[in-house]
């Protein structure tokens, strides 16, 4: 601790970068060194303590903290999750399944069968991974990270007499697949970059079996379960290119299958139904398009085109039930869910509201007549609706509560168009209460990369926010695919910039329109997020009053010039790849750490975990450092390391609503 509450100083050294020694993750200096950041921190907040205590229980008051999971059905049993007042982490529970199409809970046959809260006794740290029920409902196989680095250890818990095994296989990534002969699990092993690269055969009490490696750093390895359950589908996968092996899941020693050789640029996925492989790709254009294949004939040559490409939306992803097909569609910022029911006409879903969120969701067996879909959007909280594949009815079967006082009609949603400096018009969602007027606190998130889609989501903690006359908003950049593939490709490679540059847009927009003031607005991302951040308060720092940059990937230039890293070279298909000298002037050009320079900066609240392997601790450590020795403001400029946590921070439910409440303890101070 500083009783001095003086910044903490990070030691130079010469050379091109300065704080590099930061990177020595088991020295005692650099430990000293991020402990007494966040000593700092803590210092900072010290006199706004009953505030952060107070916003941790009213985000703990919205919380239902007893709940019962909505049931799943498998065969004679439902699987179902309770969570409990006080516990950070849910119990998972079954009971007989007394009705076939009864989702009711029967009390006398329950069974408890995984309390995290136990495992996680003695832990600082506790991830589940994977939950898999086998075939005969005797065994569950589960996957636990204790650390937050994803690296997993895997189990066996016979559902006769509740005893557990650990199975053998180092640096699983943790995911599991069952064999239909209930005794033959598939696991994925990572290699030395984290990237998961080995797919294998495990049976209790025997070595595991190696089934399939990819050599490519640039391919990663997982497999699935078809929803025919037919068979073991092996996903290797780039940035931009697809190659799936499969073989028949009661016959677990058999020989891989291709069901296309991988073609650079090709993108595929394929799930297997009542008429064989169904394959979403984009071999005909980058809106994607369906095919078709018979299992017993695999090969390119053997594809059947079911659906062109449509020029006006993305076919996204496809779900397959034994009498119906689900296609997900990206059209205008929106998904679009069109439904094909054998024997019957197709038809598109509609939702109640303008801007949203919908997504099909597990849960319902293969021969159910029924799926279930998630919604939820900016004021409305997530609910699971069962949508009844023959008619279209539709029909919630749970909403998430909120506790306390909570109308959705109270709230204003906008959806507004920002010019980008190209003429593109980029989305916007925002939401404030209705009675907020005028220029008022604004908080921004943006993400835009790896072409993840920022659907409006709903948060209890954001109520905070709003509640106090602050309004959120929602910047849908390219590099993103909020708006389909073309908005992906546009914000990534050499149109990078895009990213950077819609972001700046869409604040100007908000400022402009009154919506709220440079001196009232504040910005936010996570990750490739945080790169964005960074990168928009080096170009436009006058425009944000404060930034959040939680886990940033900050220091991208350099991550990108070190192939040794996790990750790196598999991430060379989004950046670039840094030994070509036009690449290495562009991802020098943004890199938000390479471009710290003397001028005035926003505030900043500044996360990080020491056992992340996507986005090193380092590169929060080594950019706040150097900010703190360039800037020439002395706005707060705050580093939180989750020394037991790693990219997704704390494990524990309270703990990442403190995690919030701090967040948002900062923001409510500095933004006045």
């Known amino acids: ?75 004679n049993w439902l699987y179902y999750q309770r969570t409990e007042a006080g516990a950070e982490y849910p119990r998972f529970y079954r009971c007989e399944r007394s009705v076939a199409d009864s989702l009711e809970i029967h009390k006398p046959s329950e069974q408890l069968i995984l309390d995290l809260n136990s495992l996680a006794s003695g832990e600082e740290f506790l991830q589940l991974g994977d939950f898999s029920i086998s075939p005969d409902q005797r065994w569950l196989a589960y996957s636990l990270d204790t650390q937050g680095d994803e690296t997993y250890r895997l189990f066996l818990l016979s559902l006769d007499d509740m005893q557990t095994q650990e199975l053998s296989l180092d640096d699983a990534d943790g995911s599991l697949c069952w064999a239909q002969d209930n005794k033959t699990l598939f696991a994925v092993s990572m290699d030395e970059t984290s990237r998961p690269s080995t797919l294998w055969r495990l049976q209790p009490g025997s070595e595991p079996a190696q089934v399939f490696h990819d050599p490519d750093q640039r ?11 037919r068979y073991i589908c092996v996903s290797s996968n780039s940035k931009n290119t697809s190659e799936i092996h499969y073989l028949p899941a009661d016959k677990p020693t058999a020989q891989l299958r291709c069901l296309a050789s991988r073609e650079a640029d090709h993108e595929y996925d394929a799930d297997h139904g009542s008429d064989g492989f169904m394959i979403r790709s984009n071999r005909l254009g980058e809106m994607f398009c369906l095919y078709s294949c018979d299992a017993g004939k695999p090969g390119l040559e053997n594809w059947e085109l079911v659906t062109p490409p449509d020029p006006q939306r993305t076919l996204e992803e496809i779900s397959l039930q034994s009498t119906a097909l689900v296609l997900q569609y990206r059209h205008l910022g929106l998904t679009q869910l069109e439904v094909r029911v054998t024997g019957s006409d197709s038809y598109t879903l509609a939702m109640p509201d303008a801007v949203y969120s919908l997504s099909v969701q597990g849960g319902e067996e293969y021969s159910s007549p029924q799926i279930r879909l998630r919604y939820e959007s900016l004021n409305r909280p997530a609910e699971v609706r069962a949508l009844t594949l023959a008619t279209g009815e539709q029909h919630v079967l749970k909403q998430t509560p909120v506790e306390g006082i909570f109308d959705p009609d109270d709230y204003l949603i906008e959806r507004l168009w920002a010019k980008a400096k190209d003429g593109t018009h980029i989305p916007i969602s925002l939401i404030c209460h209705k009675d907020t007027q005028g220029e008022a606190p604004l908080y921004l998130y943006g993400y835009g990369s790896y072409g993840a889609s920022m659907d409006p989501w709903f948060s209890h903690a954001r109520l905070s926010l709003l509640h106090r006359g602050w309004v959120f908003a929602i910047a849908h950049v390219r590099g993103g695919a909020d708006m389909g593939e073309h908005w992906y490709q546009q914000g990534k490679l050499q149109h990078k910039e895009n990213t950077f540059s819609d972001f700046i847009a869409c604040a100007e927009h908000l400022i402009s329109t009154n919506k709220t003031s440079p001196q009232h607005l504040v910005i936010a991302g996570g990750s490739a997020g945080g790169l964005l951040i960074g990168t928009v308060i080096n170009q436009r720092p006058e425009l944000f009053a404060a930034a959040v940059a939680d886990v940033p990937f900050v220091d991208v230039w350099n991550t990108m010039n070190n192939p040794d890293l996790p990750l790196t070279v598999g991430e060379y298909e989004e950046w670039g790849d840094a030994r070509e000298p036009e690449v290495a002037a562009r991802i020098k050009g943004y890199a938000p750490y390479e471009n710290v320079t003397t001028q005035d900066y926003p505030a900043l609240w500044v996360t990080a975990g020491f056992h992340d392997v996507r986005v090193q601790y380092w590169e929060a450590a080594k950019w706040v450092a150097k900010l703190r020795h360039l800037r020439t403001n002395d706005q707060p400029l705050l580093l939180r390391t989750q020394m037991t946590a790693g990219h997704g921070g704390a494990s524990g439910r309270y703990q990442a609503m403190r995690e919030v409440a701090e967040e948002y303890c900062f923001l409510l101070t500095v933004i006045t």
Do not use: C
């Open 1 to 75: 601790m500083r009783p001095d509450n003086k910044q903490p100083l990070a030691r130079r050294q010469n050379g091109a970068d300065p704080y590099v020694w930061l990177e020595q993750r088991e020295a005692p200096e650099v430990t000293t060194y991020l402990n007494a950041e966040n000593a700092y921190t803590d210092a900072w907040l010290e006199p706004h303590k009953a505030l952060e205590q107070s916003l941790f229980e009213e985000i703990r008051g919205r919380i239902r903290e007893t709940d019962l999971g909505l049931p799943s059905p498998k065969g």
């Open 219 to 229: 391919f990663y390895v997982s497999a699935y379960l078809s929803s025919s359950e």
